[in-house]
């Protein structure tokens, strides 16, 4: 990292002000993906998914079984 060399405390104190925004920044940033990843793993959430991928291999299943003729196999007794 490159040293930067300050002529006054006006440049200091500008540069100061700018890191804590930052830092401020990062921190809100921080605040927003953790509500995301809660919103992500919530019960709710979690069923719609589950459900939502049953349902897609469902008919990704019967759309393939009748593309290709596949039948269920039936066994007699």
Same mark, same amino acid.
């Given at each position: 990292? =490159?040293? =930067? !060399?300050? &002529?006054? %405390?006006? /440049?200091? #104190? !500008? #540069?100061? =002000?700018? *890191?804590?925004?930052? &830092? /401020?920044? #990062?921190? /809100?940033?921080?605040? *927003? @993906?953790? #509500?995301?990843?809660? +919103?992500?793993? $919530?019960?709710? $959430?979690? %069923? +719609? @998914?589950?459900?939502? @991928?049953?349902?897609? !291999?469902?008919?990704? *299943?019967?759309? +393939?079984?009748?593309?290709?003729? *596949? !039948?269920?196999?039936? $066994? @007699? =007794?």
């Amino acid at each position: 990292m =490159k040293k =930067k !060399r300050y &002529t006054n %405390f006006a /440049e200091i #104190d !500008r #540069d100061l =002000k700018i *890191l804590k925004l930052q &830092t /401020e920044i #990062d921190k /809100e940033e921080v605040k *927003l @993906s953790i #509500d995301q990843v809660k +919103s992500n793993i $919530s019960p709710a $959430s979690l %069923f +719609s @998914s589950l459900f939502g @991928s049953v349902v897609q !291999r469902a008919l990704i *299943l019967k759309a +393939s079984s009748k593309i290709f003729g *596949l !039948r269920k196999l039936v $066994s @007699s =007794k």
